[in-house]
């Protein structure tokens, strides 16, 4: 099994964080989040210090914030640099419209998606797929199913609707778990994805795979607001050549006007070297015209 990964650690006391935190890592988590839930969205206060954890080689802990969403009105909190600082950044729908706004137009990571009663809205699956196009995981907590056995119905209810419209492909479980003996192994967590009708596969997803790519939605969410500038190759200054070798662009350069000079020259490259060897499987060859 991929480095499995818990992302969501309610926070709460600095002692039972810490037994939490010890526990994700004696049962072999790779990566954990700090869940900071916010009941109501209204506005937001400066990010808080993340308290002193023990640390362990090759293991991580990530800031979360998580919020419900009640009205659509307040839903712009959620797009506030101080919200966007966090590694993770996810949100609990609450009607109809909030689950369409998050799902199409709010910049977040993850839809968490309630467990603990019925679904107050209805899933259809163009508006999931809208979110799942835009990378976004919905969430399931297994906690609540362990607390109650009531809650365990509403549990297996809600994620086996969910994973007939989505086909059980962006979901991941995480524990949502109050104290530490609520917290369950990777494989026990991956076992519970056939109670949802999540293949095998799909069930170690849950808390691999998909964790690993929400990893990658979120740089992605934090690094946004980047451009990127295309030049030609002749265009480059003399200077900047270096830029070639670190991107592994290896050409036959040809003579360009009959011979009267060509890009190697431009730059500064011997030309004599008609071909670069490359420290790779199937090097390609390309040439260089100029337009």
Not at 42 to 48: E, G
Not at 129 to 147: C, D, M, T, W
Request: proline share 3%.
């Amino acid at each position: 099994m991929s480095a499995p990964m818990d992302f969501n650690i309610p926070t709460c006391e600095r002692s039972t964080l810490k037994e939490k935190i010890k526990m994700a890592h004696r049962l072999g988590y790779k990566a954990v989040a700090i869940n900071i839930f916010i009941p109501e969205l209204t506005q937001t206060s400066k990010k808080k210090k993340s308290q002193q954890q023990p640390t362990w080689k090759s293991f991580r802990q990530l800031t979360r914030i998580s919020a419900t969403l009640a009205d659509v009105q307040h839903n712009f909190v959620m797009s506030t640099d101080i919200v966007q600082q966090y590694d993770l950044v996810a949100v609990q729908p609450t009607t109809d419209k909030t689950f369409y706004q998050a799902c199409t137009a709010l910049n977040v990571d993850i839809i968490t998606l309630d467990v603990t009663e019925k679904l107050p809205f209805k899933l259809k699956r163009t508006t999931i797929n809208a979110a799942v196009q835009r990378g976004i995981k919905f969430e399931f907590q297994y906690s609540p199913a362990i607390r109650d056995s009531t809650l365990r119905k509403y549990f297996i209810a809600n994620a086996q609707q969910f994973v007939f419209c989505d086909k059980g492909k962006n979901i991941i479980l995480t524990s949502g778990c109050e104290k530490a003996m609520e917290l369950r192994g990777p494989y026990d967590v991956a076992n519970l994805g056939s109670l949802l009708n999540l293949n095998a596969a799909q069930s170690k997803a849950a808390v691999t795979l998909n964790c690993e790519a929400l990893l990658k939605h979120s740089e992605s969410r934090r690094l946004n607001k980047s451009v990127s500038k295309v030049e030609k190759l002749e265009e480059i200054p003399g200077n900047e050549t270096w830029l070639l070798d670190k991107l592994r662009v290896h050409s036959s350069l040809e003579s360009v006007n009959g011979g009267s000079r060509d890009i190697a020259g431009i730059h500064g490259i011997d030309s004599s070297d008609e071909e670069t060897s490359v420290d790779g499987p199937a090097a390609k060859k390309i040439k260089l015209v100029q337009t």
